[in-house]
């Protein structure tokens, strides 16, 4: 192995091939109806899962919502940009226009729908009186408290008249398939985008305990919500029966397909698990302890996927992954023949329009030779700003899919 570096990005590129839309959800899509067939969607992955719907089926009736900078061509579905992580006007125009769309189906009609990580930031509708300043205000105070993803989930459901089931229930009594790639630790199909398509038995008690456990200031408009009752549907209501949600890709294949690549390479390699939860850098801490005691005759592989969470402290430009590399790099400490990658796979960690980064044993010679100090950057939340210094961040683009982290720890043998 002749470049550590570049086979671990390997790994991370082959993981993310096996979550391509195009490569793996025709499939699962059953034979055309021959009624009226609606396709939406919502999330990172949506437009480049409707292309492959219309690859399938040809041209479609439908509209879903994805990123800017992700969208696909279609024939037929209309594709709306919007933001993320934060909403915006454009999400909140398209996500009335989808639930204005599916209330006019019948039970003959069918609606397709395709969701996936990104959905909860871009399916936008607020409950009650609140604005979709306040919305985004209460989204970014959950984005730098270090809430885990499920706990936040929970609050925008309870904040969305859209969420918890609540995008099912619009479409009824139409019959509803939906199409899911999971992002979420566990692959809950609830937890997923927050679950448009799926009932939810949290309540606004719950919002209210996860507000205060993160000492989380709200407007007087959302404790208005959460005291009337929100439209959260509970998961026997009547109104989810014609629904399927199948989750068609997941974090697990996506590792278990680099664990494949690396066995053939004769690696030894050990899953750590695809639903790890945690502040990153203690996360990383525990890795690099592993790391040291996994070295033998044999290269090792650490393989984990999941989503981590980073508390932000400072005002760099920070994300789970790049966080987590940066806290490895500093516990390894140069420990000679580790190296490793941590990226998102849909190609943007936290606020950076990057990946992830690489570490190895010169990581923090190449620190010092740059004049920048690691602890420092960890410090202020500026592991992306570190990385950028020293040359090793991965950038990908858009990569259309989304299956949460990917961390990837290569154990050189004992020499």
Known sequence: MTDPQSFLRHLFDRAVEVADPMQSLAAYLPAR???????????????????????AYGPCEGLVITRYGYGRPCKGIEIVEAAHPVPDEAGMAATARMLELVSELGEDDMVLALISGGAS???????????????????????????????????????????????????????MLAL???????????MIGSGPTVGDASTPADVQAILDRYNLDVPTSVTDVLAAGTGVIPPGDARLRAVENVIYAAPSQSLEAA?????????????????????????????????????????????????LTVTRRGDGIGGPNAEYALALALALDGATGIHAIACDTDGVDGAAEVAGAV??????????????????SLDSNDAHGFFDRIGDQVVTGPTLTNVNDFRAILIEPDR
Do not use: C, F, W
């Not at 609606?38 to 409707?50: D, E, L, P, Q």
């Not at 899911?180 to 609830?190: H, N, Q």
């Not at 570490?359 to 420092?376: F, H, M, N, S, V």
């Open 33 to 55: 109806p021959e009624g009226r067939m609606v396709v939406i969607g919502a999330g990172k992955a949506s437009a480049r899962m409707a292309e492959a719907v219309e690859g």
């Open 121 to 175: 930031a871009l399916l936008v509708q607020p409950a009650g009186n609140i604005t979709l300043a306040e919305k985004q205000a209460v989204n970014q105070a959950l984005l730098a408290s270090g809430a885990p993803i499920g706990q936040m989930n929970v609050v925008r459901k309870h904040l969305s008249r859209v969420k918890g089931g609540q995008l099912a229930a619009a479409a009824y009594p139409a019959r």
């Open 180 to 190: 899911m790639i999971s992002d979420v630790p566990g692959d809950d199909p609830a």
């Open 259 to 307: 664990a494949d690549m690396a066995r053939d390479d004769g690696l030894d390699v050990r899953i750590l698990g695809d639903a790890l939860e945690g502040e990153a850098r203690d996360v990383a801490a525990e890795h690099a302890r592993l790391a040291r005691a996994a070295r033998g005759d044999r290269p090792v592989l650490l393989l984990s996927g999941g989503e």
């Open 359 to 376: 570490i190895g044993p010169d990581t923090l010679q190449k620190a010092a030779d740059a004049g920048t100090d690691p602890r420092a």
